[in-house]
């Protein structure tokens, strides 16, 4: 199978392409690095966005400390 050029000069595998992704691994790995907050849901309550890796600290006590 032909691989196809990613912006970067990286290429991008046919089944990768496929399932949508327009960017090699390489620049997907640094394009996801620029997430700055996630989504964490509350125990009986709703979902809350984290900006601070400190608050997500405790939050799950059952499974222990995120390191």
Not at 24 to 35: H, I, M, N, T
């Given at each position: ?23 090699c ?8 690095k ?12 709703n ?5 601070n ?15």
């Amino acid at each position: 199978m032909k691989m196809i050029d990613c912006v970067c000069g990286g290429e991008i595998s046919p089944a990768r392409f496929a399932l949508g992704y327009r960017v090699c691994l390489a620049c997907g790995e640094a394009k996801a690095k620029e997430r700055k907050f996630t989504v964490v849901p509350m125990h009986k309550s709703n979902y809350v966005a984290m900006f601070n890796r400190d608050d997500l600290k405790g939050i799950n006590n059952k499974g222990g400390l995120i390191k």
